[in-house]
């Protein structure tokens, strides 16, 4: 999943949320989110995978009786969202007792796919089980890409799923991943969309994470592709009205301001990768000097609110300069710390995408780059294990 | 557009048939009400997302079965909370849950 969970709101007659913060970290709240990252098995090569560049040294999988435990422990914690994601996670034979299970805990399950596999048998069973709603992704590779544009195969398949999961009663809900190669056919992939009877539809724009980030230089967007692309949804969101929800969430890189990544390191969101290590987001494993724990040692209820890992950056007391006095703190939590690694090469730092890093000049100096990049300088590397191990070899 | 004869207003280009005490509110079938014990509160679910209710808010959409009406779920309440007047109040709600997309009703 390359989204960002949806955050919830107060209605609108309620009162807004956070007390004043005292000297004393608060006990966090319980983590609502929960991403069982199934499998790092696909069928596909996206070249601007999440999964971890190393996922082939962790081809280990956790059983069913450790998702089953994994659901049971994350519901009594108050983990109410599930996402069952991968890789692709249609390739866990037991996707439907995991379904069953979240289902009679009182999860809303969400499956997030690339509709690979999704036949009329597999979606009936998973409907049978209990499966809320079905997140049908789109552009999974560059390859892949051409063919729907030029109407070929890919675009006949994943219609025929559209329709699958239509025919289920599902709401039709779909992840499009944008990036430099496919943005400036936004007006198209919309339309598509809406013609497929979509409810909601995600403009993803790419993070430059793991894969993202190997293919960063052909994948970044200029300023002009990105206001335009944002000029257009705003055409179909005026034209659509209620019939379409459109997401468009921008790439941080063009912004100057940090996101609130995942809401707040430890706030919300706990993801479980397929060989059991808890993690508060994606990537975290890359960064240098923490451990995690594994599912299979430890309880989600330890994991959350006692290990090193989930409290080494939550709230604000870990923060450096110039996030430690920033008026903004609370509010972003000082950006990405998988960023911050990344471009600064320092987890603790700010999250250079902000204009108030002192290396925001980088990220700048980045976004200027990939406009001028070619095919033949730095080919598109694609999300494999061969590659994987290649560029993971220790 | 036959103002007069279906009772309708138009809100923000959409047509809202108006709320009336007969009207028989339930929550959209895009979404699922649920009481959170660990949040303390009702929530509605949707595809990757959660709305956070108060317990006003929670109170009225628990009793949005498609069954009642809003004169007996004003009653209830009123019960429920051993008050009265309460009516403007949760007319003013549902109105703004349907505006929401959170409540229909014919």
């Not at chain 1, 592709?225 to 055409?235: I, R, Y």
């Not at chain 1, 707040?264 to 000097?289: E, K, N, V, Y």
């Not at chain 1, 939590?333 to 000049?361: W, Y």
């Not at chain 2, 959170?36 to 108060?54: D, I, R, S, T």
Request: glycine share 6%; proline share 5%; with cysteine.
């Amino acid at each position: 999943m390359n989204t960002t969970p949806l955050v919830s709101s107060t209605a609108a007659t309620g009162q807004g949320a956070g007390a004043s913060t005292p000297a004393i970290k608060p006990r966090p709240g319980p983590p609502l989110w929960l991403l069982a990252e199934l499998t790092y098995r696909c069928p596909l090569h996206c070249v601007f995978c999440y999964n971890p560049v190393d996922f082939a040294h962790h081809d280990d999988e956790i059983s069913t009786d450790d998702w089953i435990r994994v659901l049971q422990q994350g519901r009594a914690l108050g983990a109410v969202q599930l996402g069952l994601s991968g890789g692709e996670p249609l390739l866990r034979d037991d996707l439907e007792v995991i379904v069953a299970e979240a289902k009679r805990l009182g999860f809303y399950s969400n499956l997030l796919t690339s509709g690979v596999g999704l036949t009329e048998e597999r979606a009936v069973a998973l409907k049978a089980a209990g499966l809320d709603h079905v997140q049908l992704s789109f552009q999974d590779s560059t390859r892949e890409m051409n063919d729907f544009l030029s109407h070929t195969k890919t675009f006949s398949l994943k219609n025929k799923v559209g329709k699958i999961i239509k025919d289920q009663g599902w709401p039709m809900v779909l992840n499009v991943v944008i990036h430099r190669l496919n943005i400036d056919h936004i007006d198209e992939i919309i339309r598509m969309a809406h013609e497929m009877g979509a409810e909601y539809l995600e403009l993803a724009n790419t993070q430059y994470y793991s894969w993202a980030f190997v293919n960063r230089s052909q994948l970044l967007p200029t300023h002009a592709q990105l206001q335009e692309a944002e000029k257009v949804t705003e055409a179909w969101r005026a034209k659509l009205g209620d019939a379409m929800k459109i997401f468009f969430v921008a790439p941080d890189y063009h912004e100057g301001k940090v996101k609130k990544c995942v809401n707040g390191w430890g706030s919300m969101f706990m993801t479980i990768a397929p060989d059991g290590f808890a993690l508060p987001c994606h990537t975290a494993r890359l960064l240098p000097g923490l451990t995690f724990p594994n599912v299979k040692e430890a309880s989600l209820s330890d994991i959350w609110y006692d290990s090193d890992g989930f409290n080494r950056y939550r709230g604000t007391g870990w923060m450096k300069e110039p996030c430690a006095s920033c008026a903004h703190k609370e509010e972003d939590l000082g950006g990405c710390r998988c960023q911050a690694f990344m471009l600064a090469n320092d987890p603790d730092a700010t999250d250079p995408v902000c204009s108030l890093s002192p290396l925001h000049h980088t990220v700048q100096a980045a976004v200027a780059e990939a406009a001028s990049v070619t095919a033949q300088e730095h080919p598109l590397v694609f999300r494999d294990p061969v590659n994987s191990r290649r560029l993971s070899s220790v | 557009m036959g103002t007069e004869r279906c009772n309708c207003i138009e809100v923000r280009g959409r047509v809202l048939t108006a709320l009336t005490l007969q009207s028989i509110p339930r929550v959209s079938p895009g979404f699922r009400l649920q009481y959170e014990p660990a949040q303390e509160c009702h929530v509605l679910l949707y595809p990757e997302g959660m709305v956070k209710l108060n317990q006003t808010a929670g109170e009225i959409l628990s009793r949005c079965d498609g069954q009642r009406s809003v004169n007996e779920v004003v009653a209830e309440l009123e019960q429920a909370f051993s008050t009265t007047g309460l009516e403007t109040d949760v007319m003013a709600f549902m109105t703004l849950a349907k505006e929401q997309l959170w409540l229909s009703w014919e």
